[in-house]
């Protein structure tokens, strides 16, 4: 079975730069989507990135440029390096994985916060503060 732990999350003061990371057990060299999503207090959940089994991502409008999604095969890790952070940032960041996913997913998944992903992490906080 998929099983997915965050870690990284912290406190860091807004324009700072945090990583973090998703580490995956429970399969290898499977083709699937992995990404991030989200959750403020008192707020939906909302997509962060996802990045397909060949390396494509595609990113939400909020952080496209800030954020970068990678990984280390090797480790079976994902990871999230988020730069010029800001107060909108702060919230449980949740890791994900699913089905492979090209373009038109990526987008349908972000845009449904994450419906169509199977496994799902426990979250690591980033808080952000002024």
């Known amino acids: 079975q998929v099983q997915l732990v965050e870690s990284g999350g912290d406190s860091v003061q807004a324009g700072g730069s945090l990583r973090l990371a998703c580490r995956g057990s429970?399969?290898?060299?499977?083709?699937?989507?992995m990404g991030w999503f989200r959750q403020a207090p008192g707020k939906e959940r909302e997509g962060v990135g996802l990045?397909?089994?060949?390396?494509?991502?595609t990113y939400a409008d909020s952080v496209k440029g800030r954020f970068t999604i990678s990984q280390d095969n090797a480790i079976n890790t994902l990871y999230l390096d988020m730069n010029n952070v800001t107060t909108e940032d702060t919230a449980m960041y949740y890791c994900a994985a699913g089905p492979s996913c090209n373009s038109r997913r990526r987008w349908a998944v972000l845009k449904r916060r994450g419906t169509g992903m199977d496994y799902w992490g426990k979250g690591t906080l980033v808080a952000i503060s002024s």
């Open positions: 990045m397909d089994s060949d390396g494509s991502t």
């Open positions: 429970g399969y290898s060299g499977s083709n699937l989507c």
